[in-house]
C-alpha cells in the first residue's frame, strides 16, 4: 500500500476501522446473547471466542505494524537530516501576521520543501488546508526558536494557510469573528492534471 496524501490514508483508515468496529460490536452482542440464555455455554464453545478474542487483539495490533510506514511523511520526517529540500521558504509571524517569502509560494508536484518558521512574539501554528477545510500539514511554531517542516506535495492545487494554534483574541477580527491570519492560495502546487486540492 502506497498512500500519497493524508486524504488517501484516511479513506483507507475509516474502512479499516469500521469493519474492526463491527466486529468488535459483534463479541459484545455474542456475549450479551450468552447472558440473557438460560443454559450455561459449554467450555468447548469457550475455544473458538477466546481465538476470535486472539484473531482481533492480533488484527487491531498487526494493521498499525503494518500500516505506520505506509504514511507518507513517517519516513521522510525520520530521515530527514539525509534530505536536501528541493525548494525552502523562510517565514516569520509577529503581532498575528504572517511575512511571507512571496504572495504565492509556488511549488512543484513531488517537490520537497522546507518550511522555516519563526515567530517574534507568540507560540502560533503553521498549517496548510485544502479548500474543503481539510488539513495537509501543520506544525507547531514556538517563539524565538527555529521550526521547520519538510514536507512533499503529491497533490495540486491551492493550499491555505493560517495558524493552528490559538495564539489570542487577535486572531480574530473583533466584529465579524474572520480569521485574520488565514491567507487564501498561499501555497500553489503545479505540475498535474488533476488539482485535488481545489476540491
Known amino acids: 500500500m502506497d498512500f500519497k496524501t493524508s486524504v488517501e490514508l484516511l479513506k483507507f483508515h475509516w474502512m479499516a476501522y469500521t469493519i474492526y468496529a463491527l466486529l468488535i460490536i459483534s463479541v459484545i452482542a455474542w456475549f450479551g446473547y450468552?447472558?440473557?440464555r438460560k443454559e450455561r455455554a459449554k467450555s468447548i464453545v469457550r475455544i473458538p471466542f477466546y481465538g476470535y478474542i486472539a484473531f482481533?487483539?492480533?488484527?487491531?495490533?498487526?494493521?498499525?505494524?503494518?500500516?505506520?510506514n505506509t504514511i507518507p511523511w513517517v519516513a521522510e520526517d525520520i530521515m530527514r537530516h539525509?534530505?536536501?529540500?528541493?525548494?525552502?521558504?523562510?517565514?516569520?509571524?509577529?503581532?498575528?501576521?504572517?511575512?511571507?517569502?512571496?504572495?504565492?509560494m509556488v511549488?512543484?508536484?513531488g517537490e520537497k520543501v522546507m518550511f522555516n518558521v519563526t515567530s517574534s512574539d507568540l507560540t502560533y501554528g503553521f498549517g496548510l488546508f485544502r479548500k474543503d477545510g481539510?488539513?495537509?500539514?501543520?506544525m507547531q511554531v514556538l517563539p524565538t526558536r527555529n521550526n521547520d517542516l519538510?514536507?512533499?506535495f503529491h497533490e495540486c492545487g491551492s493550499f491555505d494557510l493560517t495558524s493552528t494554534e490559538y495564539a489570542g483574541p487577535h486572531q480574530y477580527d473583533e466584529h465579524t469573528g474572520e480569521d485574520l491570519m488565514l491567507v487564501k492560495d498561499a501555497v500553489e502546487v503545479v505540475g498535474c492534471n488533476e488539482k485535488v486540492a481545489s476540491k
Open 34 to 36: 450468552n447472558l440473557s
Open 56 to 68: 482481533l487483539v492480533a488484527g487491531g495490533v498487526g494493521h498499525h505494524i503494518f500500516t505506520y
Open 82 to 104: 539525509e534530505i536536501k529540500p528541493d525548494r525552502e521558504y523562510h517565514i516569520s509571524i509577529d503581532k498575528h501576521r504572517w511575512k511571507l517569502p512571496e504572495e504565492k
Open 107 to 109: 511549488v512543484n508536484v
Open 134 to 138: 481539510s488539513m495537509v500539514t501543520q
Open 150 to 152: 519538510l514536507w512533499t
